[in-house]
């Protein structure tokens, strides 16, 4: 499930966190909080940013001939 997490802090601080995705689409579907709350101080990247989606990989194997 893909979610995006935004934690508020009393001294103005704001959070953003993304679960679920893969790749940089986690820096994409968040770019719309950043634009509205204003200046990224910094970020940091988990795993997942770093995975690529799995592709599945077709073989073809003759049956003929």
């Known amino acids: 499930m893909k979610k995006i997490i935004v934690d508020i802090f009393n001294d103005g601080e704001i959070l953003i966190e993304t679960r679920g995705f893969q790749g940089p689409f986690c820096m994409e579907e ?10 990224e101080i910094s970020n940091q990247l988990t795993p997942m940013f770093y995975q690529q989606k799995k592709q599945a990989v077709k073989q073809y194997i003759p049956l003929c001939g």
Do not use: A, E, P
């Open 30 to 39: 968040s770019q719309f909080l950043k634009d509205i709350l204003g200046k």
